[in-house]
């Protein structure tokens, strides 16, 4: 009998209820009204659509030697048109863990401060911090029970532990697998290219850092969907730090510096 | 004093909850159960009242599993303890599915307290009328633990307890005789107390030990043994006691 967390969507009438308290412990799933429409399962389907296209962005996280490394860009699309080129992809949940941003902009910030509401109370309740693999299985749990109903979520959980460094991937179709290379978003096949050829487990930190700036920066560089600042962040035994935040555009010239052509070397003699 | 003490939601003018402390009036009833917590092991034991002829003794489980590493004894309303072990036994399992880790000691103490303490507070029900000893070992630090829960819902962690009947005198002898010890030291140590109070016997005691290992059940025929250890160990007491003066 698995006890799904709903306290998400939990009013407040429903808690004074005699039924709460003694039932055992299993609860009712969330409900709303649905529209009437003939063709329900189209709307969904256009509903879940038009918040796709929000999944334009490129996000990864290594697991190394060292820690945990995560990096992110920070372009906002809608179609053709660039809404922001300065989200902020990378969501603190508390000082030793990182969620990253792919998908519904709402939605990933509004679970990932629930996420961090339940495990402060997770610490308070059992002194002691929350493993990154339970923080990762309560929000895949609450992302499960709202499945099908449009939330857009693709997420990686990044932080340390007591058994050391932990990546999981959560996604909103309630899937959620345990790895130690992710990258996620639109511009994710560019961005393991770089990420899968330049990896090894024994780097130091700003080898690593810098593995996962050029993949963003190839991401962006390639992928419409992707760019404004690659930030990199690296999750350590004393929590998490903010290593750099570059332009792409900065970054292609120190990746691609302009050599001048002959041409325009005897222009500039004369 | 009779009109406060019908509806459990009803405080008496002092300050009682009669049907609580009416709860603890069938703890005191119950069989006896004693815990002691040792440096790698912890044991439990339960005060076994004879059993009729025609009884299998095996279904009369006193000492139960909450999980691998959790196990459970308690004074009072046995079929009141059914209903809160099988409450515990799924809370346990549902907390390895939500956070992928075993419960501590502490947290399935801390909700089988709060499971008692729900049913003080709610209208047309009455208190669980048993107290539980929860024994355990930490599933990350490995350190052992024993609490006790009663039927207000309060819990608290003990080196060693006792509950039931005769738990004065058992925790007397506690009080008097504990020191920290391991292995069948701590056996000994449960065993004797039990035997303040029980006649003696493997027939009237039941035995469990829990190192980091799991839960095992103590047979019948070691029960024996370690009895008739303590009993020759008392033996030797006395006679030491009565040896030097004669010499002088």
């Known amino acids: ?97 990182l969620g990253t941003m792919a998908g519904g902009a709402a939605d990933c910030q509004f679970w990932h401060r629930n996420l961090g509401i339940k495990c402060r109370l997770h610490e308070l309740a059992n002194k002691r911090r929350i493993s990154v693999t339970g923080a990762s ?65 024994d780097m130091s930190v700003e080898e690593a850092a810098e593995l996962a700036r050029r993949a963003i920066y190839h991401a962006t560089f390639r992928d419409g969907a992707s760019g404004g600042v690659a930030s990199v962040y690296y999750v350590g035994s004393a929590g998490w730090k903010k290593l750099s935040g570059d332009d792409v555009g900065e970054l292609h010239y120190k990746y691609y510096p302009v050599v001048p052509s002959s041409v325009e070397q005897e222009m500039v003699e004369e | 004093m009779a009109r406060y003490d019908r509806a459990i939601t009803v405080f008496s003018p002092d300050g009682h909850l009669f049907q609580v402390e009416y709860a603890l009036e069938a703890v005191r009833k ?25 009884q299998d003794s095996r279904s009369v489980r006193k000492i ?45 103490t801390r909700y089988i307290a709060g499971l008692q303490q729900k049913y003080t507070q709610s209208g047309g029900v009455r208190p669980f009328g ?55 030291e701590t056996v000994k140590l449960a065993i ?5 109070v029980v006649e003696s016997g493997g027939k009237n005691i039941e035995i469990a030990v829990m190192t980091k290992e799991g839960l095992r059940q103590l047979e019948e025929a070691e029960i024996d043994a370690i009895v008739a250890e303590i009993e020759a160990e008392k033996a030797a007491a006395e006679a030491a006691k009565k040896g030097p003066p004669k010499e002088t």
């Not at chain 1, 796709?52 to 699309?77: C, H, N, Q, Y």
């Not at chain 2, 819990?155 to 069948?184: C, I, V």
């Not at chain 2, 004797?192 to 303040?196: D, K, P, Q, T, V």
């Open chain 2, 192 to 196: 004797r107390a039990l035997l303040e």
């Open chain 1, 137 to 201: 299985k309560l929000l895949a749990n609450i992302l499960y029970s709202y499945r099908g109903m449009g939330l857009s979520v693709g997420t990686m959980i990044a932080g340390w532990d007591e058994t050391g460094p932990g990546l999981y991937y959560v996604d909103s179709e309630g899937g959620r697998l345990k790895g130690s290379r992710f990258s996620v978003g639109s511009g994710s096949p560019y961005a393991y290219g770089v990420l899968d050829n330049g990896y090894r487990y």
């Open chain 2, 130 to 184: 048993l107290s539980t000893l929860i024994v355990g070992f930490d599933p990350y630090t490995g350190v052992p633990s024993l609490y006790q829960t009663d039927p207000s819902g309060t819990f608290s962690a003990w080196k060693a307890n006792a509950t039931g009947r005769n738990s004065n005198s058992m925790r007397e002898f506690l009080e008097k005789n504990y020191k920290e010890t391991s292995g069948q």
């Open chain 2, 30 to 54: 119950g069989n006896a159960a004693v815990g002691v917590r040792g440096t790698d092991i912890v044991v439990l034991g339960v005060e076994k009242k004879s059993t009729a002829k025609l």
């Open chain 2, 64 to 108: 139960v599993n909450l999980d691998d590493h959790i196990a459970l004894a308690c004074a009072g309303l046995k079929a009141d303890a059914r209903v809160l072990i099988n409450r515990a036994r799924i809370e346990c399992q549902s907390h390895r599915l939500t956070v992928e880790d075993p419960v501590t000691v502490e947290y399935i």
């Open chain 1, 1 to 97: 009998m698995m006890k799904l967390d709903t306290s998400g969507l939990e009013s407040y009438t429903s808690q004074f209820g005699a039924c709460s308290g003694l039932s055992g412990g299993i609860s009712t799933s969330p409900s709303f009204e649905l529209p009437s429409i003939t063709d329900f399962d189209g709307f969904q389907k256009e509903a879940i659509q038009m918040v796709k296209p929000a999944k334009g962005t490129t996000t990864l996280a290594f697991i190394f030697k060292e820690g945990v490394m995560v990096a992110a860009d920070s372009r906002a699309s809608m179609g053709g048109y660039i809404s922001s080129q300065s989200v902020k992809k990378i969501i603190e949940i508390n000082p030793y863990m």
